[in-house]
């Protein structure tokens, strides 16, 4: 089951990488987008490429819920990072977008990574959690939301950046309410904390994100955003929900990590490809929840 788990984080990362490129190619070919005239980006949204895009995306969510029930969230949450190694591999394909010598290697370290936290990682923790944890993740939900509600009056970059990273952070709270999920049954899923803070986390997370994007450098989100999906929900899963490494391999999981991770950071810059051509709309965050995202025009 592991092995099956490992191949839905990869699958998950693939499809959210290769939605970036698709949607970028059906805003791109539907001409000049912006936010201030709708029927410009309703013409955007409704051409092929982009929502082939949209139904990777859910496919990809659906590969990443199968991930969480039985993986660390270490391992699922770098893959998900990874997406942004597929944007890169996929663009310089499909877009002729360069690589450079940098990101060619990025890509391989964000491989190398996930390979080592594959071989290192060992069966998730817990995966029911006390009321108290949801509890604790509401509350830092509603803190992101109004951390990021204050954040829209910061000049410059520092709006960007915090922007970005309560995005993400908003992120990992849905990917650890996901893990915390007892059973997909729709009928038992009504009466879980976990699935409304799901729903809660990927409309916020939506919102911030667009905030970001609309009044500073894409790569400067992207990278703020990785770092809050990755880093907290990781070390919540280890030290809350008893996610751990295989004995004796805690240097080579932590060292993954690291590379995959510091990879997709030097890749942020492809985040920017799944924007419109004018930068007015929001591209499809490579995240957990990007399902909802893509989902909610």
């Not at 893959?79 to 010598?101: D, F, N, P, Q, Y």
């Not at 000049?155 to 990917?175: D, Q």
């Given at each position: 089951?592991?092995?099956l788990?490992l191949?839905?984080?990869?699958?998950?990362?693939?499809?959210f990488?290769?939605?970036?490129?698709?949607?970028?190619?059906?805003?791109?070919?539907?001409?000049?987008?912006?936010?201030?005239?709708?029927?410009?980006?309703?013409?955007?949204?409704?051409?092929?490429?982009?929502?082939?895009?949209?139904?990777?995306?859910?496919?990809?969510?659906?590969?990443?819920?199968?991930a969480?029930?039985h993986?660390p969230?270490?391992l699922?949450?770098?893959?998900?990072?990874?997406?942004?190694?597929?944007?890169?591999?996929?663009a310089a394909?499909?877009m002729?977008?360069?690589?450079?010598?940098?990101?060619?290697?990025?890509?391989?370290?964000?491989?190398?990574?996930?390979?080592?936290?594959?071989v290192?990682?060992g069966?998730?923790?817990?995966?029911?959690?006390?009321?108290?944890?949801y509890?604790?993740?509401?509350?830092?939900?509603?803190?992101?939301?109004?951390?990021?509600?204050?954040?829209?009056?910061?000049?410059?970059r520092w709006?960007?950046v915090?922007?970005?990273?309560?995005?993400?952070?908003?992120?990992?709270?849905l990917a650890?309410?996901?893990?915390?999920?007892?059973?997909?049954?729709?009928?038992?899923?009504?009466?879980?904390?976990?699935?409304?803070?799901?729903a809660?986390?990927?409309?916020?997370?939506?919102?911030?994100?667009?905030?970001?994007?609309?009044?500073?450098?894409?790569?400067?989100?992207?990278?703020?955003?990785?770092?809050?999906e990755?880093?907290?929900?990781?070390?919540?899963?280890?030290?809350?929900?008893?996610?751990?490494?295989r004995?004796?391999?805690?240097p080579?999981?932590?060292?993954?990590?690291?590379?995959?991770?510091?990879?997709?950071?030097?890749l942020?810059?492809?985040?920017?490809?799944?924007?419109?051509?004018?930068?007015a709309?929001?591209?499809?965050?490579?995240?957990?929840?990007?399902?909802?995202?893509?989902?909610?025009p």
């Amino acid at each position: 089951m592991l092995v099956l788990s490992l191949c839905g984080a990869l699958a998950a990362a693939v499809c959210f990488g290769l939605s970036s490129v698709l949607q970028a190619v059906g805003m791109r070919g539907a001409g000049p987008v912006s936010e201030l005239e709708p029927k410009s980006m309703l013409r955007a949204w409704l051409t092929v490429p982009f929502l082939v895009g949209v139904g990777l995306d859910l496919l990809g969510f659906g590969f990443e819920l199968v991930a969480l029930r039985h993986l660390p969230l270490f391992l699922v949450q770098a893959a998900i990072a990874s997406a942004l190694a597929v944007t890169a591999i996929a663009a310089a394909v499909v877009m002729k977008e360069r690589l450079g010598r940098g990101e060619k290697c990025a890509v391989a370290a964000v491989c190398v990574g996930l390979a080592l936290l594959g071989v290192s990682a060992g069966p998730e923790g817990a995966n029911r959690a006390h009321t108290d944890f949801y509890t604790a993740l509401a509350a830092c939900l509603i803190g992101l939301a109004v951390l990021g509600a204050g954040a829209g009056r910061l000049p410059g970059r520092w709006r960007t950046v915090t922007l970005g990273l309560c995005a993400g952070l908003c992120f990992g709270v849905l990917a650890l309410a996901a893990r915390t999920l007892p059973e997909l049954d729709p009928a038992r899923m009504v009466r879980e904390p976990a699935t409304y803070l799901v729903a809660a986390s990927s409309l916020i997370a939506l919102v911030l994100w667009t905030m970001a994007l609309s009044g500073g450098s894409v790569t400067t989100a992207t990278a703020a955003m990785v770092i809050g999906e990755t880093v907290l929900p990781a070390v919540v899963g280890v030290v809350v929900l008893g996610d751990e490494a295989r004995q004796g391999w805690v240097p080579v999981a932590v060292g993954g990590f690291l590379l995959a991770v510091g990879g997709a950071l030097a890749l942020a810059r492809f985040g920017e490809l799944g924007s419109a051509p004018s930068g007015a709309a929001p591209r499809a965050a490579p995240a957990a929840g990007r399902a909802s995202a893509e989902t909610a025009p």
